[in-house]
């Protein structure tokens, strides 16, 4: 008797390698061979559900931001916990700075993304929260709130996103990962207070 066949198990499988795959490899080095194998499916299948390996990409990437923005909202509110929350996820999920570093190398500063103007209506959700949180004092307009968004973030993510620096510069002991999170804590609390 053979297996019932279950689309959206496959459909998940497929993602999951496929998150992994990219977030090791790249867009480029990626390989649909490695996907289906580890997926357990079929290249023919990954096509048809997904399309191309780059279109495979877009949507890999696209759910993580979906995933993210849904985990750990920008709070103006409470910037320093905001702040933690979001560096305590890329902890946990440290492929979604890696598929957003690939993607800023694959395409560069001037490639447009295949998926940019949904990646900016997602930013402008961000950005308009932060412009609220300015337009009522909690945060500093000294900055523009997209130029903000993008500071905070940035400041947040570095470490993960160059662990090996972190390591070098900072240190690897604990006591030494607890400094830090203060220090980016205050930073970020510097970089918003009116």
């Not at 867009?27 to 559900?49: F, P, V």
Request: a negative charge; proline letters at 5%.
């Amino acid at each position: 008797m053979a297996a019932a066949r279950d689309p959206e198990a496959t459909r998940a499988r497929i993602f999951e390698a496929a998150v992994a795959e990219f977030a090791r490899h790249g867009i480029a080095g990626a390989r649909i061979d490695r996907i289906a194998t580890e997926a357990r499916a079929n290249k023919q299948l990954i096509y048809a559900y997904f399309g191309n390996k780059a279109e495979l990409f877009t949507k890999v990437l696209g759910r993580a931001m979906l995933d993210l923005a849904v985990a750990v909202p920008v709070d103006p509110d409470d910037i320093e916990n905001w702040i933690d929350r979001l560096m305590d996820y890329h902890e946990a999920h440290p492929e979604v700075l890696r598929l957003l570093f690939w993607e800023g190398l694959e395409y560069g500063a001037t490639g447009e993304l295949p998926d940019e103007a949904e990646r900016q209506e997602h930013y402008h959700h961000k950005v308009a929260i932060l412009q609220d949180g300015q337009d009522r004092g909690v945060v500093t307009d000294a900055i523009p709130p997209r130029d903000l968004l993008f500071l905070l973030i940035a400041v947040a993510n570095w470490a993960a996103v160059v662990p090996q620096m972190k390591r070098i510069l900072v240190g690897a002991e604990p006591t030494d990962r607890e400094r830090l999170r203060a220090s980016v804590r205050e930073a970020a609390r510097r970089l918003v207070a009116k």
